[in-house]
């Protein structure tokens, strides 16, 4: 396996994508890389600073915060997980220049890892990957490979309710679906870097795949694209 396998991994909220990625890693001892993580961080300091979102100089004050404080530390703040870090990330990411702030964090990860994460876990890595919406055709265009991961809009619906459900959250299936809608649109139609499969990526829809299923799938075709055999 090539030292410095680069994976594009991205698609629309509650794909599997985040399950896959993580499943991945540890399979082929990659670096990994929740870019979503980078736009919550922001999405959160917007909400404990009580900014405004329609207010792209708010937006990007709170990402040269997050620039200068940045720690991989700071990216497992338990609250970046919740709703509502997840839509003021995608309120924060519609404005192009607050994206370009992000773009360095990100292209140095894919570059030089070790720096990132502790001496162990950087010992013997095959590789990065990361995870996000604009990945494969901004971040990482020159990735080994790409993978787009879909499934329909139902059924990503379905998996937040359990996830939220299991978490002890109560909201209703019509709500989840109304924002996911929501958030699919904000995501897809912004003229920054919108969700956009890469022209080269692979399209992952696990609509009906077991997490197993999907890993077993992305694994045969990285294999095929990188040339390697995966053990
Ligand atoms: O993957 P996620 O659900 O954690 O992402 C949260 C939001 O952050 C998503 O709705 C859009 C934004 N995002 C982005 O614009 N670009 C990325 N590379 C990752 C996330």
Not at 36 to 49: E, S
Not at 194 to 220: F, G, I, N, R, Y
Request: contains cysteine; charged residues 30%; proline residues 3%.
């Amino acid at each position: 396996m090539s030292e410095k396998l680069v994976i594009a991994l991205d698609g629309p909220a509650a794909s599997g994508k985040g399950t896959l990625g993580r499943a991945l890693s540890d399979k082929m001892g990659l670096a990994y890389f929740d870019t979503g993580k980078l736009y919550r961080a922001v999405g959160m300091r917007m909400i404990d600073t009580d900014s405004d979102f329609d207010n792209e100089n708010d937006v990007l004050s709170a990402t040269d915060w997050l620039v200068e404080h940045f720690t991989p530390e700071l990216l497992q703040d338990a609250r970046l997980k919740s709703d509502e870090a997840g839509v003021g990330a995608s309120k924060s990411g519609k404005y192009g220049a607050m994206r370009s702030k992000l773009l360095e964090l990100q292209r140095d990860f894919a570059k030089n890892p070790q720096n990132y994460l502790d001496e162990h876990t950087a010992s013997g890595l095959h590789g990065v990957l990361l995870d996000g919406r604009d990945i494969g055709t901004v971040v990482c265009p020159d990735a080994d490979v790409k993978l787009f991961v879909t499934a329909d809009i139902e059924k990503r619906a379905e998996r937040r309710l359990k996830e939220l459900q299991n978490n002890g959250v109560e909201v209703t299936y019509s709500d989840i679906l109304a924002d996911m809608k929501a958030r699919d649109a904000r995501d897809a139609s912004r003229e920054a870097a919108p969700m956009l499969a890469a022209d080269d990526a692979v399209v992952v829809d696990t609509s009906e795949m077991t997490p197993a299923d999907a890993l077993a799938k992305s694994l045969e075709i990285i294999a095929d694209k990188a040339g390697i055999t995966i053990e």
